[in-house]
């Protein structure tokens, strides 16, 4: 069931008037490296919860390990289009415009100002929301304003205002999250921890025998999943294999593990958006199609709109297959190469079949 009906990025990172119109059920992202289809997926996920600090950190942290963090102002400040060089601080805006399915629009829009600090913050702040792992000789502003709020009926003509000192914040009215929203990047299911709320809510719901059902399409073997306790130091998620017993997830493969995250995230997305980048990493060609197949009626049933991006044509077809006769359900976005004079086209999932059932048109 789709949230979104169109996403406009005036200005967001290095896109500039970038539409994307009629949005579907299910939604590819397909262009070159460096097309901005990750920037795409970062826009939406900020557009979930656009008043929010913390959001905004967490959506420019994930495209890093969390053992390499890029320092607080440097994450923050690249979300903004740079019109000249960086020095002695710099300003920058960004501009969102969202449209609703069913009636209804958002517009977002943040300015960041950024400026030296006159005394060095040598410690975090009491009360701290965040804390970076490197001092900092600037301090920022985040102002953000939201309007046509789809919870409210008056227009919001005054900002939410963070403030960066150091290397720390302190959030400040954060507002609720218009739209449920579940990112997995392509690393993101080497974190176990992200995964132990997703699964805790699985065996909640008694999904368990679905999400089995998804594993024995990459360990056939596999018969139960758990979160255990060895020693009671800590949770830990294990999987049950009928030849050798209880396996932590850590020592399972990268497949399992994205399969995992795939499925955890859509239960956590519940009337909501998930966000799949690069859906192909970790997966072997021969499973995309039932981990894709599982994938969107996991989807449908949780009234998730799914947006997707990826460099595999494999994950095309097998998307492609995935949704059966629905095929007005799937749309793809092709992306131009950066600084290009091309403009964004779409495809409908019709289009897309005879594309490649018929002359195997390369979307990519």
């Keep these: 069931m789709p949230h979104w009906k169109s996403i406009h990025i005036e200005r967001f990172r290095r896109l500039e008037n970038l539409r994307l119109d009629d949005l579907g059920a299910v ?7 460096n097309s901005g289809k990750t920037s795409v997926l970062e826009a939406l996920a900020i557009a979930s919860h656009p008043t929010s600090a913390t959001q905004w950190i967490d959506v420019g942290r994930e495209r890093e390990l969390k053992s390499a963090r890029t320092p607080l102002l440097e994450v923050l400040g690249w979300f903004f289009p740079h019109d000249r060089p960086r020095e002695n601080g710099y300003d920058g805006t960004a501009a969102l415009h969202m449209t609703l399915v069913g009636g209804g629009s958002v517009d977002i829009r943040a300015e960041y100002k ?5 005394e060095m913050t040598p410690e975090s702040e009491e009360g701290s929301d965040f804390v970076d792992d490197e001092p900092s000789e600037y301090a920022a502003t985040l102002e953000i304003w939201l309007k046509n709020d789809p919870r409210r009926t008056l227009l919001e003509e005054t900002p939410v205002i963070h403030e960066f000192s150091g290397k720390s914040f302190k959030e400040v009215g954060t507002g609720a999250r218009l739209v449920p929203c579940q990112w997995v990047t392509p690393v993101s299911h080497r974190t176990s921890r992200q995964l132990l709320a997703g699964i805790d809510q699985i065996l909640e719901e008694r999904m368990k025998p679905e999400v ?40 399972e493969g990268d497949g399992m593990r994205r399969a995992l995250a795939f499925a955890s995230a859509c239960v956590q997305a519940r009337g909501g958006v998930l966000l799949l980048d690069e859906v192909e990493t970790a997966l072997h060609p021969e499973a995309l199609s039932g981990v894709f197949r599982f994938l969107v009626e996991m989807c449908r049933a949780a009234r998730v709109q799914l947006f997707v991006s990826t460099h595999s044509l494999e994950a095309v077809d097998a998307m492609l297959a995935s949704v059966g006769d629905d095929v007005a359900d799937l749309v793809a976005y092709h992306l131009p190469p950066r600084d290009s004079h091309q403009t964004v086209y779409r495809l409908g999932g019709q289009s897309i079949r005879s594309m490649r059932s018929e002359g195997g048109v390369d979307l990519r």
């Design 212 to 251: 089995i059902r998804l594993l024995r399409l990459l360990a056939p073997d596999v018969e139960d999943i758990e979160i255990r306790s060895p020693q009671g130091r800590g949770a830990v998620i294990h999987l049950y294999h009928c030849k050798i017993g209880h396996v932590p997830l850590a020592v």
């Design 27 to 33: 939604n590819l992202l397909v262009g070159k490296n």
């Design 114 to 118: 950024e400026f030296r600090q006159v």
